[in-house]
Structures are given as C-alpha cells and as structure tokens.
C-alpha cells in the first residue's frame, strides 16, 4: 500500500486517498479477509457507451503504475 500511495503522490502531487468505498468494486469485501488496493481511472463515462479517458489522466496513471513496477522490482 505504500509504494502505491507514494508513487500515486510522486506522480499527482496529491495525498492519495485511502478507502473502499468509492464506488461498486469487489474491494469493498475482499478488504475484510486481505490487503486491497484499488488504482485506476476515473471519469464521468465509466462503463457507459463510448467510454473516454482523458490522455493527460491516462499518462499520469501509466506514470504511477511505472513507479510501483519500479518499486516492487527494487524490493526483491
């Protein structure tokens, strides 16, 4: 969980949030038997037609699962 929050503050500049219940995701049950880290996009058209992200968010998110990756490699 840290390497996600700071990857996620390096990337953003934002304090990332920690919760499960921002939404529909499985997490919110799975957190009651294990550790759960929910990262990804957000954006109004969310699993609707013609969904979109906008790029700038994509390449921050690519930043972000870059630094974990580069995180997790470190540790071993």
Do not use: W
């Not at 990332?16 to 939404?23: A, I, Q, R, Y």
């Amino acid at each position: 969980r840290k390497a996600v929050c700071d990857a996620g503050e390096a990337s953003t500049g934002t304090v990332p949030e920690l919760s499960t219940s921002g939404g529909t995701s499985d997490a919110r049950f799975l957190k009651d038997f294990c550790p759960v880290v929910e990262l990804g996009l957000r954006n109004a058209t969310m699993h609707k037609t013609d969904e979109a992200a906008d790029l700038a968010d994509l390449a921050a998110l690519v930043r972000i699962y870059r630094r974990i990756a580069l995180a997790a490699l470190a540790q071993q």
